[in-house]
């Protein structure tokens, strides 16, 4: 079925995609501090001696590196405005 002619694309605005973008830097924060949480959980009880380093390394490592790319992902594009998205 053809759009009219007098028919409005709908469009988010500028205002709605810069608090989307910072909604999502936010949840990527978050995600971060998760994981470094988690990191934390694991270190303790690997050195509380709960948890033998054999069962704890795997998900440590992973804390690690998903937190990295959660913070990484999470930053602003250098070189532009306060806002911008990449």
């Given at each position: 079925m053809p759009?009219?002619?007098?028919?409005?694309r709908?469009e988010?605005d500028?205002?709605?995609?810069?608090?989307?973008?910072?909604?999502?830097?936010?949840?990527l924060?978050?995600?971060?501090?998760i994981?470094?949480i988690?990191?934390?959980a694991?270190?303790v009880?690997?050195?509380s001696g709960?948890?033998t380093?054999?069962?704890?390394?795997?998900p440590?490592?992973?804390a690690?590196?998903i937190a990295a790319v959660?913070?990484?992902?999470g930053?602003?594009?250098?070189?532009?405005?306060?806002?911008?998205?990449?």
């Amino acid at each position: 079925m053809p759009r009219s002619r007098t028919a409005k694309r709908c469009e988010p605005d500028s205002s709605s995609r810069t608090t989307s973008v910072v909604h999502l830097r936010a949840l990527l924060r978050l995600m971060a501090l998760i994981q470094l949480i988690d990191l934390g959980a694991g270190v303790v009880a690997t050195a509380s001696g709960t948890v033998t380093l054999a069962l704890s390394g795997f998900p440590m490592v992973n804390a690690v590196w998903i937190a990295a790319v959660c913070l990484q992902a999470g930053r602003r594009p250098r070189g532009t405005g306060d806002l911008a998205m990449a």
